[in-house]
């Protein structure tokens, strides 16, 4: 257990519709990272943010938005979806600086199916 | 191109086999370079990361880097029916955001 929670495990929903993937982080680590892993493109960040504050975006589409509240707890965001958004969407949490080795440890995912 | 690329596998030996896992990656500017584990239906967890060229030991595991030619490596010594996961290669720079890039993965299965 790496002490990022996410919820829910699974999630089925229809083309056209929104979710939202919940994140709660290790205790003590201010920064999150989402990304999305398909057979296809593997496993791709696509946003990171440091208490509270967007700190880099990779391949995020802009049906897709993020956020971290105060308690540090995230939410990813997926609107107007489409089949190829089917997927695992992992979180990870890490303490964050700049320099130097800090471990991202992942969630258990939530496996988004959309039909 | 991707910045990472690893052979999907699947990579099927018996128990007790020495395994090889390979990646090759683009960015020059890449100064870590990490080794995740991920069993079926779970999230990637660390198993060594090392920083810039070498060889780093850890029990059964040896992660090796050589940047000259842009090429990573796990050897899994005395490979185990637990050692069955996917292995996910993945390289970072030294300064900036923490991203971590990585390659699709090579599926290893060790039968008993």
């Known amino acids: 257990d790496s002490g990022v929670t996410q919820t829910p495990k699974h999630l089925i929903t229809a083309t056209g519709q929104r979710v939202t993937l919940r994140c709660s982080p290790r205790s003590g680590d201010l920064s999150v990272y989402w990304y999305q892993q398909s057979l296809d493109q593997g496993l791709q960040f696509l946003i990171q943010?440091?208490?509270?504050?967007?700190?880099a975006k990779g391949n995020i589409l802009e049906r897709f938005s993020a956020q971290q509240f105060p308690d540090l707890h995230s939410e990813l965001n997926l609107s107007s979806l489409e089949l190829g958004d089917s997927a695992l969407y992992f979180c990870?949490?890490?303490?964050?600086?700049?320099?130097?080795?800090?471990?991202?440890?992942f969630g258990p995912g939530t496996r988004l199916t959309v039909l | 191109q991707k910045e990472v690329e690893q052979d999907p596998g699947p990579l099927s030996v018996p128990e007790g086999a020495i395994v090889s896992l390979n990646c090759t990656y683009s960015n020059s500017a890449f100064q870590y370079f990490m080794w995740y584990r991920q069993y079926s239906r779970k999230g990637p967890e660390l198993l060594m990361y090392?920083?810039?060229?070498g060889n780093k030991e850890d029990g059964r595991f040896t992660a090796q880097v050589d940047k000259s030619s842009k090429y990573i490596s796990l050897f899994i010594r005395d490979s185990q029916p637990s050692d069955s996961a996917t292995y996910l290669c993945?390289?970072?720079?030294?300064?900036?955001?923490?991203?971590?890039?990585f390659g699709t993965g090579t599926r290893l299965l060790v039968s008993p």
């Open positions: 090392t920083y810039s060229s």
């Open positions: 990870a949490s890490s303490v964050a600086t700049d320099r130097g080795w800090n471990e991202q440890f």
């Open positions: 943010y440091y208490n509270g504050e967007e700190r």
């Open positions: 993945g390289g970072r720079k030294d300064t900036g955001f923490q991203k971590l890039v």
